[in-house]
């Protein structure tokens, strides 16, 4: 059986600058993140929750903000783990 | 300084694991080094792997491989709203060595395969995060910077298998040209049924397994479907085009939902418990997206160099990553012993993938991608091939048959595909895969 499993880690590995997704009228990766981890917030800010994090890259891939993404892979043993239950 | 190792590779799945295998084989010093907690961790795939490739690199490797199933069916569905034509076929043969093609877990399958690596020995280092390469003032890149405390290591060549987002390579400079159309997004659930139910529902015995392919039935987003099955669970999922994806305003869970409710799909889903979601990108650009191979002091291999096969009817990846990997691996060899990594040099990894099924295969289907992502392929041929079927098998009497010429006509009307294009795709097509 395959399950999936969150190893936080302490540091996000993903932040996101929400002065510049203000400004954005699509704000695609609120619908486009397979796991759901981007909320638009009241101010017309993203509030981004890195935990459940697949790591797979759609995220950065169709933001059009510039800088509004920074993105590297968790510490090492952190983050998704696809694995045998 | 002198190098620690020879060889370092960033990333154990298959493109790592087999360069890795290949270079220690020949008794170079080899450090694999994997962000995961085990080879395999990060990865995911639709579920099906053709390891042919293995034949030369491990023989008899059907007896070792951890396998869920044998595909010894191959079907291709085309999906329109309502209904559904599928094309299948049946090869008893797969069902024995030399197999054709398994389905499996990657958690199991990269782990078998890095501790090949392993046995040839090659060190493997988990649970450590390449960080970024090591360069001297020309800018030659001389190892990599881990996330280990004291985690520079210095080698006398790099090989990036880090995947389809490869920090590594664009760090190097050889993604100049980066195009958000080359990639697509898989996303995939993992369902459980108990093996009795999955193998009366899907007519298999023993380790039989049966591969569906999915044209249509992604809501308009380009892309397409796949349903697989594993020992006691079925892998259904879809792959999106991104930009697609980023323009629908659709959620990627949305689209599987709506796969799963499709009336050809839903009784085979039904009852199963969902075990996993999980999503990967996918480098599906081919030839168009590939990037700079070498540079000095550094290869790249697998989907970090863009090698993954998406050509409608054949979609493979893991394969094309072992085949990679391997020739970075005899090349990683012949430069090392050299004591000459510079690109160079390097630029014969290019010339034995040009000579390979990696790059013949990538050259030949070139126009696959833009063909079946087009918007033609993806809705209107579904729905003309569907409403063509059932106008054959619609009984009509007491008005005789109308004749297939009169139904081609009527579909094709309906489905709104002029035969301008149609004759124009049909050649592209047999262009393609003739």
């Not at chain 2, 649970?127 to 280990?148: E, K, M, N, Q």
């Amino acid at each position: 059986m395959a399950t999936v499993e969150f190893r936080v880690a302490e540091r996000p590995h993903i932040t996101v600058d929400s002065e510049v997704c203000r400004s954005c009228i699509t704000k695609a990766c609120v619908h486009a993140c397979p796991a759901q981890l981007f909320v638009p917030t009241s101010d017309g800010g993203v509030l981004f929750n890195y935990e459940q994090c697949f790591e797979c890259g759609t995220c950065y891939m169709v933001c059009t903000g510039e800088g509004a993404l920074t993105w590297s892979y968790p510490e090492g043993g952190h983050g998704v783990v696809f694995r045998r239950s | 300084m002198a190098d620690a190792v020879d060889v370092v590779v960033a990333g154990a799945g298959p493109a790592g694991a087999a360069a890795a295998l290949v270079a220690a084989r020949a008794g170079l010093r080899v450090l694999l080094v994997e962000r995961g907690p085990f080879p395999g961790a990060k990865n995911m795939y639709g579920g099906v792997i053709y390891p042919r490739v293995l034949d030369t690199l491990l023989p008899d490797w059907w007896d070792e491989m951890p396998v869920q199933r044998w595909v010894t069916r191959r079907a291709t569905m085309v999906l329109a709203e309502a209904k559904a034509l599928t094309v299948e076929f049946r090869g008893e043969d797969w069902d024995a060595p030399p197999y054709n093609g398994a389905t499996a877990y990657r958690a199991d399958f990269d782990a078998w395969l890095a501790g090949k690596a392993v046995d040839a020995g090659a060190q493997l280092v988990c649970s450590t995060t390449v960080t970024g390469l090591l360069r001297d003032a020309s800018g030659r890149v001389t190892g990599v910077r881990t996330d280990r405390p004291d985690g520079d290591i210095r080698a006398a060549l790099v090989i990036a298998c880090d995947g389809v987002n490869s920090f590594l390579a664009k760090e190097a400079g050889l993604y100049d040209e980066w195009s958000l159309s080359h990639f697509t997004v898989g996303v995939k659930e993992v369902l459980a049924l108990p093996r009795e139910v999955l193998e009366d529902r899907f007519n298999l015995t023993g380790d039989e397994g049966l591969d569906i392919e999915i044209l249509g039935g992604t809501q308009g987003i380009p892309g397409g479907g796949f349903l697989y099955t594993n020992l006691d669970t079925i892998a259904v999922g879809v792959v999106l085009s991104l930009a697609g994806l980023r323009d629908s305003g659709r959620r990627p869970e949305q689209i599987i939902a709506a796969l799963k409710q499709h009336p050809a799909i839903a009784p085979l889903v039904r009852g199963a418990e969902l075990k996993e979601y999980s999503a990967h990108t996918i480098p599906e650009g081919g030839m168009d997206g590939m990037p700079g191979l070498a540079a000095d002091g550094m290869l790249v291999a697998g989907d970090a160099a863009h090698l993954c096969l998406a050509s409608g009817i054949w979609l493979e990846g893991v394969n094309f990553a072992i085949g990679s990997g391997a020739l970075a691996g005899e090349t990683a060899v012949e430069a090392v012993r050299a004591g000459d990594t510079s690109a160079h040099a390097l630029r014969r990894y290019r010339h034995r993938l040009d000579d390979s099924f990696v790059l013949a295969n990538h050259r030949k289907l070139r126009g696959a991608h833009k063909l079946i992502l087009g918007q033609r392929a993806q809705t209107r041929y579904p729905e003309l091939a569907c409403g063509i079927a059932q106008r054959v098998f619609t009984v009509t009497d007491p008005q005789p048959k109308a004749g297939m010429r009169r139904w081609i006509h009527a579909e094709r009307k309906r489905a709104g595909v002029r035969l301008r294009d149609l004759v124009k795709d049909g050649w592209t097509g047999w262009r393609t895969f003739g």
